[in-house]
């Protein structure tokens, strides 16, 4: 190729942006970029050089409160995620996720990441992922053999988590079980055993008993 003009061929690297043909491999002197021309004038090898990509990292609080600012990353260059700030009352921090609707978390609290997308200048939302465990306790309301206690658990957005009540029923000398209620004094009973629910936050059901 001495002396004659070259078109200087073009190259690709996952996550990277081709910078053009150096005569080192960790710079040197640039001879062109891809599709330019180049007159050699002897033998020689042109290395190619990159530049990482970078990328945006935005945390969405998914019901939560607070603000964070969004977290730049660059592609192949491991970093700590921004430790969480948000908050929600009542609610555990489980983590993050690309899926604002998940119920496990992808990426922990502060965990180190890298490459999570090869893709220039693209913006990743990581939404923070929340949950509330719901507690249903039995009062056996002066009968006996109150089930034990059930849980829920509530996640994200969720406003209320579905309950199947405990089929088992207590009992009392002289009383006929009716069913459940949330007051200790209610004459009827809201609740049945063994039924569905939905539960907004831990309760407490009584035991509501007709004499016989």
């Given at each position: 190729?001495?002396?004659?003009?070259?078109?200087?061929?073009?190259?690709?690297?996952?996550?990277?942006?081709?910078?053009?043909?150096?005569?080192?491999?960790?710079?040197?002197?640039?001879?062109?970029?891809?599709?330019?021309?180049?007159?050699?004038?002897?033998?020689?090898?042109?290395?190619?050089?990159w530049t990482a990509n970078t990328y945006t990292i935005r945390f969405n609080a998914n019901s939560g409160n607070g603000t964070m600012s969004d977290q730049v990353m660059t592609y192949d260059t491991p970093a700590n995620l921004t430790n969480n700030t948000y908050t929600k009352t009542g609610y555990?921090?489980?983590?993050?996720?690309?899926?604002?609707?998940?119920?496990?978390?992808?990426?922990?609290?502060?965990?180190?990441?890298?490459?999570?997308?090869?893709?220039?200048?693209?913006?990743?939302?990581?939404?923070?992922?929340?949950?509330?465990?719901?507690?249903?306790?039995?009062?056996?309301?002066?009968?006996?053999?109150?089930?034990?206690?059930?849980?829920?658990?509530?996640?994200?957005?969720?406003?209320?988590?579905?309950?199947?009540?405990?089929?088992?029923?207590?009992?009392?000398?002289?009383?006929?079980?009716?069913?459940?209620?949330?007051?200790?004094?209610?004459?009827?009973?809201?609740?049945?055993?063994?039924?569905?629910?939905?539960?907004?936050?831990?309760?407490?059901?009584?035991?509501?008993?007709?004499?016989?």
């Open positions: 190729y001495t002396n004659n003009a070259i078109t200087l061929p073009s190259a690709t690297r996952v996550g990277y942006i081709f910078s053009g043909w150096y005569t080192e491999a960790t710079g040197g002197e640039k001879r062109g970029d891809a599709g330019g021309s180049y007159v050699p004038t002897t033998s020689e090898t042109l290395y190619a050089q555990t921090f489980l983590g993050w996720n690309r899926d604002p609707n998940a119920t496990t978390a992808q990426y922990g609290n502060g965990e180190r990441v890298n490459n999570l997308t090869s893709t220039n200048g693209e913006t990743i939302t990581l939404y923070a992922i929340w949950s509330k465990t719901i507690t249903i306790s039995y009062d056996a309301n002066g009968g006996s053999g109150a089930p034990g206690s059930q849980t829920g658990t509530m996640y994200n957005t969720a406003t209320s988590t579905s309950i199947t009540l405990s089929g088992t029923k207590p009992t009392r000398t002289g009383y006929t079980f009716q069913g459940w209620a949330t007051s200790s004094g209610a004459s009827s009973a809201t609740h049945s055993a063994g039924a569905k629910y939905s539960f907004s936050n831990s309760t407490t059901l009584y035991a509501v008993w007709k004499v016989n």
